[in-house]
């Protein structure tokens, strides 16, 4: 276990957001959660005029939305197991995609949730970058 609270805290944000993501995929893929039209541009909600629409889009999402809970997972585990340079690589590779991810959904709109998980990315990647050393 790593005695650093920055990293433990990183990793304990990582492994949140993969129950998260893998409860909410399940819940995209088995059509019981409906699209949120604030996470999508309302260029690419036009294109969705049919239901069916809607739901085959709800269910990549979902399936999108479980992968990335995986890596998510993957990613935590890589930090709380902080042990080598591969396990940093991981951690840092993902947090910036992350980083990317978020700012690409932002685009044209704000939604709060977004903007905080912006805010803790960019803070996990300046543990991760002070931390080298450490891994």
């Given at each position: 276990m790593i005695n650093n609270i920055p990293l433990l805290l990183s990793g304990v944000f990582y492994s949140i957001l993969f129950i998260f993501s893998?409860?909410?995929?399940?819940?995209?893929?088995?059509?019981?959660?409906?699209?949120?039209?604030?996470?999508?541009?309302?260029?690419?909600?036009?294109?969705?005029?049919?239901?069916?629409?809607?739901?085959?889009?709800?269910?990549?999402?979902?399936?999108?939305?479980?992968?990335?809970?995986i890596v998510q997972g993957i990613t935590a585990y890589a930090i709380l197991n902080a042990n080598s340079k591969v396990f940093f690589i991981i951690a840092l590779g993902f947090t910036i995609i992350s980083i990317a991810s978020v700012l690409f959904k932002l685009k044209g709109k704000i939604n709060a949730f977004p903007i905080v998980k912006l805010v803790f990315y960019v803070m996990i990647l300046i543990t991760l970058l002070f931390n080298f050393s450490y891994f």
């Open positions: 893998i409860a909410t995929g399940m819940l995209y893929m088995l059509g019981i959660r409906k699209l949120n039209p604030i996470e999508l541009s309302d260029e690419f909600v036009e294109t969705l005029d049919t239901e069916e629409k809607v739901i085959d889009f709800a269910k990549k999402m979902g399936l999108v939305t479980f992968i990335v809970g």
